[in-house]
């Protein structure tokens, strides 16, 4: 049973604070990574994806990923009231077309 | 923006009707899934496709059927609705990237689809 695990939250932060979110998968043999964010009441919407240990940067939003811990994370710098919302992330198996997701994790960005 | 079209948005039927929910996209993607989205089940898969004509099912497929005749469009039926299968429905699509990578999926804005 593939499974990707996150804590629903929510996890609350102040403006201009980093958001930290995490998120566990337990197949090992995932490969591909991805992390979006879904406002309420709309669809979820890619931020990143990320293939390789280590981390990658996009603005203000960096996912980390650890395969030998088997974890991924999103750190959010400088966070934004427009940044609260749900955070679902996703793990693949190398040429699977069909991901698994968590549940998300809500992100309340408090001024 | 990926181009997703859902139809409809919105509806509103009646327990025991047939229902449709079309997905049409204008990316030429392979692949195309249906998911609903419940509070507290997060996104579940009910049938995806892998080409025109190409189905399988998910992991929440029994009282919905697909059909893709077109790489463009994939169909959600629901061939006699129950109040259980109430939810927000949101059609995705996703491409094989280079030397066979993973490609994230792409959604579209969703179907909230109402059965009383």
């Known amino acids: 049973q593939k499974e990707v695990e996150q804590n629903s939250g929510p996890l609350s932060v102040p403006e201009g604070a980093i958001a930290s979110l995490n998120c566990t998968y337990s197949?090992?043999?995932?490969?591909?990574f991805f992390w979006y964010r879904q406002y309420s009441g709309k669809s979820p919407e890619l931020i990143m994806s990320?293939?390789?240990?280590g981390d990658k940067e996009d603005g203000r939003f960096t996912a980390q990923l650890n395969k030998a811990s088997q974890y991924v994370s999103l750190l959010i710098r400088d966070s934004q009231p427009s940044d609260s919302a749900t955070y679902l992330c996703?793990?693949?198996?190398?040429?699977?077309?069909?991901?698994?997701f968590g549940r998300g994790t809500s992100l309340i960005v408090h001024p | 923006d990926a181009g997703i079209t859902q139809s409809p948005r919105h509806k509103v039927t009646e327990t025991g009707t047939p229902v449709t929910l079309r997905c049409h996209q204008t990316?030429?993607?392979?692949?195309m899934y249906w998911y609903r989205q419940d509070p507290g089940h997060g996104l579940r898969l009910i049938h995806y496709?892998?080409?025109?004509?190409?189905?399988d099912k998910g992991e929440v497929s029994d009282g919905y059927s697909v059909s893709r005749s077109k790489t463009e469009d994939f169909l959600l039926t629901l061939e006699s609705a129950t109040s259980s299968q109430t939810s927000v429905y949101f059609c995705?699509?996703?491409?094989?990237?280079?030397?066979?990578?993973?490609?994230?999926?792409?959604f579209g804005d969703g179907t909230r689809l109402s059965i009383l």
């Open positions: 995705a699509i996703s491409e094989t990237g280079a030397m066979g990578s993973n490609q994230p999926q792409h």
């Open positions: 197949d090992r043999v995932s490969q591909s």
């Open positions: 990320i293939y390789s240990n």
């Open positions: 996703a793990a693949a198996r190398g040429g699977s077309y069909i991901p698994t």
């Open positions: 990316e030429n993607h392979r692949y």
């Open positions: 496709s892998y080409g025109v004509k190409d189905t």
